[in-house]
């Protein structure tokens, strides 16, 4: 094959070369690149797959008045053991649940701001959770369910009024965070990373 072939070869695979990875660049940025940070468009929305968020739930601001509007209607519920009607699922496939999305919005936090089914008498009676909080302090479920769990030698129950939202959790396996509730004292909330939902708990202290 002579020079001149070789160079015109080489060229034409320089350039093809060059396309492929200006593709493969736009393709991660529109489609990746954005798992465990939130990036834009829709995979911002999406829910659960790994992504940890990075803080837990600002402290909600609900309308005070409404709020003390509801009290009534509030205590009425809870004495009949009627649920009230609380719904998760913003959008078409997310879980109706509370969730996470990959942006870092949690969504559902504020539905219980004024939820007298929160108070504790003695909050934090087994002692604070010594494990530390949010992205960096993931750890596995290793056994129990809703009414008692654990991982790490650590122990938890969800909230009687929560438990309808961890179906489907493995309770031996699962990867879990630990935030704390900015709104409802003793309370904290354990976070599922495969799927994406959180529920209230309760922390009973050391195995």
């Not at 396996?173 to 939902?197: E, M, Q």
């Amino acid at each position: 094959m002579s020079k001149y072939n070789t160079d015109f070869l080489l060229r034409i695979f320089a350039v093809a070369g060059l396309a492929m990875a200006t593709a493969s660049f736009t393709f991660a940025q529109q489609h990746g690149g954005d798992e465990h940070h939130g990036g834009g468009g829709d995979r911002g929305n999406r829910v659960g797959g790994g992504f940890i968020p990075s803080r837990g739930p600002a402290p909600s601001r609900g309308n005070a008045g409404a709020a003390r509007g509801n009290d009534h209607q509030q205590r009425e519920q809870q004495q009949q053991g009627a649920p009230q009607d609380r719904h998760f699922s913003d959008r078409e496939g997310h879980p109706e649940a509370p969730h996470v999305h990959n942006n870092g919005q949690w969504v559902g936090h504020d539905q219980g701001r004024n939820d007298e089914r929160f108070h504790l008498d003695h909050p934090w009676e087994h002692g604070r959770f010594p494990g530390g909080f949010g992205r960096g302090h993931q750890w596995r479920l290793a056994g129990g369910g809703p009414d008692r769990f654990w991982f790490n030698n650590w122990a938890f129950s969800v909230a009687p009024f929560d438990i309808a939202y961890c179906n489907g959790w493995f309770w031996d396996s699962d990867p879990i965070v630990i935030y704390d509730d900015p709104d409802h004292i003793g309370w904290y909330l354990a976070y599922n990373a495969r799927l994406g939902v959180y529920v209230h708990v309760n922390y009973l202290g050391g195995m």
